[in-house]
């Protein structure tokens, strides 16, 4: 069974600083997605950034980037230029592409708090 | 707008109650499921369906159902054999289960009195 793990459970950064949150995770599988979502107080799941695996290039979004190291197993967010707004819950997910077809695996997540 | 909406925002349930949970998307997704999440933890799997009439139990499937009438619709029942139901609940759809990335409804706040 895949897992994965967000070995930060908080985060602080200043406003228009970078931070980076880590995640890693664990497969035998050799293609999949992985998936950061932010939820804010309202607790609505955003999506902010996707990367196949099968893909070289990491995903970027604006101000929020991937390091994705396959052989790894890591998959980190950089957001630069941080804002107020970025403060809330940051969730790592990987989904399998070939079994489990409806399965994403969650993190346990990352608090961020971005101070003014 | 297209979206998924959930309803009610908070619920109250009795102990020995069943409640059920609805979800709701216009967004012509094939696939949809039910997640659960407690404080301070990450997203669990309750159910998950890929088609109309179908659906698979997922991690934490044991006092909850689900059905698939219609493809918009994909209401969940926190059944009286569920043993600690509190909890946020959180509904998702994506165009296809296998390759497409899920999007989330905002919630459902459940509190067993």
Not at chain 1, 25 to 49: A, C, G, H
Not at chain 1, 99 to 112: I, Q, V, W
Not at chain 2, 14 to 31: F, Y
Request: charged letters at 20%.
């Amino acid at each position: 069974a895949q897992t994965v793990t967000q070995s930060q459970p908080e985060m602080s950064v200043q406003e228009a600083e970078t931070v980076t949150l880590s995640c890693t995770y664990d497969t035998s599988e050799s293609d999949y997605y992985l998936f950061w979502y932010k939820q804010p107080p309202s607790r609505q799941m955003i999506l902010v950034i996707r990367q196949e695996a099968y893909k070289q290039q990491n995903a970027t979004e604006n101000r929020f980037s991937v390091n994705f190291q396959k052989a790894a197993k890591s998959f980190s967010l950089k957001i630069s230029d941080s804002q107020l707004g970025d403060a809330a819950m940051y969730f790592c997910a990987y989904r399998s592409y070939n079994t489990n077809a409806g399965k994403s695996t969650f993190g346990d997540g990352t608090t961020l708090t971005v101070k003014p | 707008d297209g979206g998924i909406t959930q309803s009610p925002k908070y619920l109250f349930r009795k102990e020995g109650q069943n409640v059920t949970l609805s979800c709701e998307q216009n967004l012509n997704h094939d696939a949809m499921y039910w997640y659960r999440q407690d404080p301070g933890q990450g997203l669990r799997l309750i159910y998950y369906s890929q088609i109309v009439n179908d659906f698979q139990k997922g991690d934490i499937a044991e006092g909850y159902s689900v059905s698939r009438e219609k493809k918009e619709s994909f209401p969940l029942t926190v059944t009286s054999a569920q043993k600690n139901p509190t909890a946020f609940y959180l509904c998702a759809s994506s165009i296809l289960a296998r390759t497409d990335t899920q999007y989330f409804g905002p919630g459902t706040r459940l509190t067993v009195l």
